[in-house]
């Protein structure tokens, strides 16, 4: 019993382990000189493929804050991206048009995705369901016209470039990309840590429970809306932090930031990790990352366009090829990578578990046996 014991305890232990040794492996990885053809543009000490991973880890942020959301809370979104734009744009505003420097910057810009999501949270949480999806895609909708149609402020369709008046010398340029790329690292191991204590914590349990019956998490007197409030804040201010080094990594930002668009891409990066597993959301955004990038890049190659057109026409355009594999996933992995993983694994240990029990069982009808002939 106590080597089982034992084996348990060691086995917690791993998943943070394992982290930790990630966490290190990626922020020495600047300093390497690894090379991936096909995958990374460049040697990973190199602007190009730190650039890339950076945004990645960005997107791999954005992905954890929506599995937050969907995942842990089960409230499906179509206006995630809102609070996205809303640290993006909250930072380039900040710096533009009031003259801060750029940390009392990054405080303005996670409050007001925080304001912004106690009202438009407020609002949607009075319905469920589909209609708590329209209701939040009518806020973002109204987000995206508003960031149009003020160019004085947001820059317009043109979108707001990054004023690095504000911004310290070695977060700007080609040159510090290194610094920006542990930014963004940074800023992916807060989002995975939050994610995690909420989790973790009497917030999550509730949020779980309300997800799977509300009603009765309201028979034992407590309130469902105020804990799906609650998440749904954290997530946006989660999404905020995102939104604020995209400005940082990408000096701009466009309209695209706030748009119903980026949301279902968001759902699809979780959906493709895997819904509910913390790692699964990370995998699904630097996944979808990387083939967005580097099939944009194939796309436009000789061998594509050398094909006859009923091949060329659809293997150059990136989005057709991200939506047959989004498909083939929802049909072979309805899991998601994390689950049809998580899946395996539970079903070798079962396996294990019921052969060990087998052998036990064995073992005492030969005692009984032998005692039987004694």
């Known amino acids: 019993m106590t080597t089982v014991t034992d084996s348990r305890s060691w086995k917690r232990f791993v998943p943070t382990a394992v982290g930790v040794v990630l966490v290190v492996f990626m922020a020495i990885l600047p300093m390497l000189n690894i090379s991936i053809p096909g995958i990374l543009p460049t040697p990973t000490y190199l602007p190009g493929t730190l650039a890339l991973l950076s945004l ?27 609070y996205f734009g809303a640290g993006a ?6 710096l533009e048009h009031f003259g801060v420097p ?18 438009t949270g407020a609002v949607s949480m009075r319905v469920s369901g589909i209609p708590f999806a329209m209701v939040t895609l009518a806020f973002a909708q ?18 707001l470039r990054l004023n690095t008046d504000g911004v310290p010398d070695f977060l700007i340029g080609v040159v ?41 998490v309201r028979v034992l007197g407590l309130s469902p809306y105020r804990v799906r409030l609650i998440v749904f804040v954290i997530a946006a201010v989660l999404a905020s932090l995102s939104g604020v080094a ?29 819904v509910g597993f913390r790692w699964g959301a990370i995998v699904g955004g630097v996944l979808y990352t990387l083939l967005d990038q580097r099939l944009t890049v194939l796309a436009g190659s000789e061998a594509i366009a050398s094909l006859p057109d009923v091949l060329r026409i659809p293997l150059s355009e990136p989005l057709f090829l991200l939506g047959v594999l989004f498909i083939l996933v ?21 396996e294990r578990t019921r052969g060990a029990l087998r052998t036990m069982d064995d073992a005492d009808s030969e005692a009984e046996g032998v005692g039987a002939r004694a």
């Open 56 to 82: 990645c880890m960005v997107f791999a942020a954005l992905a954890l804050s929506y599995n937050l959301l969907l995942g842990s809370g089960g409230m499906l979104s179509f206006g995630h991206a809102l």
């Open 89 to 94: 744009y909250g930072l380039g505003i900040a």
């Open 102 to 119: 750029l940390w009392p910057g990054v405080f303005i810009a996670l409050i007001g995705g925080m304001v912004i999501a106690l009202v």
């Open 142 to 159: 109204a987000g995206s016209v508003l960031v149009r149609r003020n160019s004085a402020v947001t820059g317009g369709e043109e979108g």
């Open 176 to 216: 510090n990309t290194r610094n920006l790329y542990w930014f963004a690292l940074a800023v992916l191991v807060i989002v995975y840590l939050v994610t995690l204590w909420v989790d973790t914590s009497r917030l999550g349990h509730l949020a779980r429970a309300t997800r799977e019956n509300e009603q009765r």
């Open 246 to 274: 995209y400005m940082l990594l990408q000096s701009g930002t466009v309209p695209r930031a706030v748009s119903a668009d980026l949301t279902i891409t968001i759902l699809v990066m979780v959906v493709l990790g895997g």
């Open 330 to 350: 929802v049909m072979f992995l309805p899991g998601g990578i994390a689950g049809t993983i998580d899946g395996w694994f539970r079903r070798r240990h079962g």
